[in-house]
């Protein structure tokens, strides 16, 4: 079987066995099972209050804490989330951090612990940035949900748009060598050393320079937002790796 092009967030290896090439991208679908596949969900969930409780408190305690969310209405027209998936996150968010904020130790701790075969610092690190979109250190509710949405039921176009932010290190514009090798390392050595197949010390210089024969255009050493998302969305390997897009989120 031939080797595929590379997905945004993984090994191109770690493509599923008899799986075709020629396999699109497919929107998925809107389940409880699907949103449990995501660390970052199965972290908050795993403290929400049980759904017996009267769905009227999460209105309530929206107003009480310290950095107040946006009503579950205007979050609800923001995501693509239901009214009763976010009052569970909300209350899950509010057991794990009463202030209304996630810190970066915070996000550290949450990969460690679904990720102890390998180290997750880095990774995690970077993933906080991609969702601190004002660089406060500090993500509120409404940022952390609206993110999660566009990771899990977002379109083609904002997954990729939040893939470049992801890989675009220093927010500039632009993706270097280095930043997309620093976040393919990250991501490796949150892997650990007991995957299947097994990853190669080189395999992560090895992606990045297939994806920056593809991307890079204009050869002039960056990828642009405009190379990013034309070559993404015309290459059908890297499309329909985006399935794959949630397992390191």
């Known amino acids: 079987m031939k080797e595929t092009d ?35 969900v199965r972290w908050i969930l795993s403290s929400a209050a049980p759904q017996g409780s009267d769905s009227s408190d999460s209105e309530l305690e929206l107003s009480a804490v310290r950095h107040q969310p946006e009503g579950l209405d205007q979050l609800q027209a923001q995501t693509k989330f239901t009214k009763k998936e976010l009052q ?37 690190h970077f993933l906080f940035n991609a969702f601190d ?58 892997m650990g050393r007991h995957t299947y197949p097994i990853l190669r010390e080189e395999a992560p210089l090895e992606h990045v320079e297939r994806f920056f024969q593809k991307m890079d255009r204009n050869q002039d050493g960056v990828v642009t937002i405009e190379e990013f998302l034309e070559t993404c969305q015309k290459d059908e390997n890297i499309m329909s790796s985006m399935q794959l897009f949630e397992n390191v989120i």
């Open 6 to 40: 590379g997905s945004l967030l993984g090994d191109p290896s770690q493509t599923p066995l008899g799986k075709k090439e020629t396999t699109k991208w497919q929107k998925p679908r809107l389940t409880r099972k699907a949103l449990m596949k995501c660390c970052l």
């Open 133 to 190: 979109a004002d660089g406060n250190g500090a993500i509120h509710f409404e940022d952390f949900v609206v993110g999660l949405s566009i990771l899990l039921r977002g379109t083609v176009h904002e997954k990729l748009k939040w893939a470049f932010n992801l890989y675009d290190i220093n927010k500039d514009g632009y993706i270097t060598k280095e930043e997309m090798l620093a976040i393919m390392k990250s991501i490796y050595d949150m």
């Open 88 to 124: 569970s996150l909300y209350r899950g968010f509010k057991n794990e951090c009463p202030t209304g904020l996630v810190d970066e130790e915070t996000f550290k701790l949450i990969y460690s612990q679904f990720f102890p075969q390998g180290d997750a610092t880095t990774y995690a």
